[in-house]
Every structure is written in structure tokens, then in C-alpha cells.
């Protein structure tokens, strides 16, 4: 762990909302917000903390990349574009309570609920509901409780669903690619209302090794926020080695000192989601929901 580098504040913007490891704020134009990530790790619910210098750069340079990718694929998210090494640009969306788990290998809770051995390979990917409510330590529900207490309709639910398996299905593959096995990891979903009252789904939060578990794939060495959850220490390598491996900084990261190299970081250039912006939204119509 390094020194944090120097909090960002800024008095001409307004906080929207404070989280553990981001901060949101107005946007510079109606229907924006600038999501601005820190160096802040937390675990079990906010009773572990630590600052990790340069965490905040890796996971806002990360998340912009995938959510960039995944729009290429047709799904539409929240992400605009980078501002600068820990700022990105997004959509202004009413994020849905809910939290979508997809769990492609037995790890974390799913180990000590169901006394599954950690490492084991599900027959089939599960899908799992987390009510998004930190005072309730993000309680486990399902899709009846969704329903019933209107977090999200049929509709949205379904919609919700679908999207999870094929960012899942596509990360499988991207991730495979550069040496990594995708264990598990957490979605968030926002709506968007359109002029008329129209209603689309987009990805929102973020997708970084903050919420994705992702281990070498020949050795298992875990790379992702597991390193500071059960301390095995080296949380940034870890970070890092997951940038380096998908292209999105030089060989040898941006730590140096443990602190973050800001003329380095800030050469890397701006990551643009051209097509969130051209894309025309398809509007969630109400009809038959597919099983979920």
C-alpha cells in the first residue's frame, strides 16, 4: 500500500452522493454526472478501510475500457468518457436497488453459505439479488422481493437478467483471452426516461477488480479486491497486472514509490464511448418477460 494521493475536492461542484469508493457529481450538462473514483478500499461492509494510492486511477481507466467494450456488444451503459486519470463522464440514471451477483466459480459468500469449496467450478453460471442497502449489510433477496416491494418490474427484471449473461458471456471470453478466469462479479443497473416518458435500462456503477474476482488462470493468484479482503497484500500489483494485461498501461504500471506517477497517468490518454453516444436507446416495452 502507498500514500494516497491528494483528496479531490472541488467547491464549484456539487456532491450528488458520497460511496465508499466513489464520489458523484453534477455534471457539466443536464443529464450527466461526473463519477470520480478514489483510492478508498473497503470490506465487510465498510468495517475494514485503507487507502491505496493509485487504485482509484486503475479502476476508473479499467471500468471506462470494459464499459466501452461491452457497448460494442450491444449493451448500453451509463459511460461516456474519461475526463482525466480518476474522472469519467455518465449518463444521469435512477440506479435500481438491486444488485445482480453472477458467479461463475464458488468463492466469497456463496463459499460460507453453502460449504462450498472455494475454487469449485459451477456445473451452470448462477445469478444471485442482493437488495443494494448498506445500514442492512446488502441483504440476499430473490426475485419475488424485487417484484413485491416495486424495486424493479417484470420487465426490468428480466431485462436486468438477460444483460447480466451476455456481459457475462462476453467477459468470459475477453478475460480468457489475456490469462484471467472471471470467478464472479457484481452489476448495477440504472433507468433512463426519455422525453415522452419512455424508459430504457442502462449498466451503470462501475466494473473493475473492486467488484469482479478475477484469478491467473494457471496459477490462481488472485488479482482482485481479495487481496485486501484477506490480506495477502500487493492489493495495487494486483490492480495492476489487470490493467497491464488488457493493454491499459505500460509494462510496469503506474506505481512508483508506491505512489501514483501523475505525468505518467495522465499521458495515457482519454477513453471515448463514441458509440453510447450515437447509439439510439431501445425503449423497455412492456410484453411477456422471458424466464428468469
Not at 34 to 57: E, M, P, R, W
Not at 89 to 102: A, S, T, Y
Not at 202 to 207: N, T
Request: aromatic share 8%; charged share 25%; hydrophobic share 40%.
Amino acid at each position: 500500500m502507498g500514500i494516497m494521493m491528494k483528496t479531490f475536492s472541488s467547491p464549484k461542484r456539487r456532491v450528488i452522493y458520497e460511496g465508499k469508493a466513489k464520489t458523484i457529481f453534477e455534471g457539466p450538462e443536464p443529464g450527466t454526472l461526473v463519477q470520480y473514483f478514489k483510492d478508498d478500499a473497503t470490506a465487510f461492509n465498510g468495517q475494514k478501510h485503507a487507502l491505496i494510492s493509485g487504485k482509484g486511477v486503475l479502476n476508473n481507466r479499467i471500468s471506462a475500457h470494459l464499459m466501452t467494450k461491452l457497448e460494442g456488444i450491444g449493451i448500453p451503459t451509463h459511460f461516456l468518457k474519461s475526463l482525466n486519470m480518476r474522472e469519467q463522464l455518465v449518463r444521469q440514471v435512477e440506479i435500481i436497488p438491486v444488485e445482480v451477483v453472477v458467479r461463475n466459480v464458488a468463492a466469497g459468500s456463496l463459499t460460507k453459505r453453502l460449504g462450498v469449496k472455494e475454487g469449485t467450478v459451477l456445473q451452470n453460471p448462477i445469478i444471485e439479488f442482493y437488495y443494494k442497502k448498506d445500514d442492512l449489510g446488502d441483504p440476499m433477496i430473490n426475485e419475488h422481493h424485487i417484484i413485491t416491494f416495486g424495486w424493479a418490474d417484470p420487465y426490468e427484471l428480466e431485462e436486468m437478467v438477460h444483460m447480466s449473461w451476455r456481459v457475462n458471456d462476453y467477459l468470459n471470453g475477453l478475460f480468457a483471452g489475456i490469462g484471467l478466469r472471471l470467478i464472479d462479479f457484481k452489476l448495477e443497473f440504472g433507468r433512463l426516461w426519455g422525453e415522452h416518458g419512455e424508459l430504457y435500462l442502462l449498466l451503470a456503477d462501475e466494473i473493475s477488480p473492486d467488484n469482479c474476482r478475477l484469478w491467473d488462470v494457471t496459477t490462481n493468484e488472485k488479482l482482485d479486491k481479495d487481496r485486501f479482503r484477506q490480506d495477502l497484500g500487493n492489493v495495487i500489483e494486483g490492480y495492476q497486472q489487470i490493467a497491464e494485461r488488457l493493454g491499459l498501461v505500460p509494462k510496469g504500471g503506474i506505481i512508483e514509490g508506491g505512489n501514483v506517477n501523475e505525468q505518467l497517468a495522465a499521458s495515457l490518454g482519454e477513453i471515448d464511448n463514441e458509440l453510447a453516444r450515437e447509439r439510439k436507446l431501445r425503449g423497455l416495452k412492456p410484453g411477456k418477460p422471458r424466464k428468469v
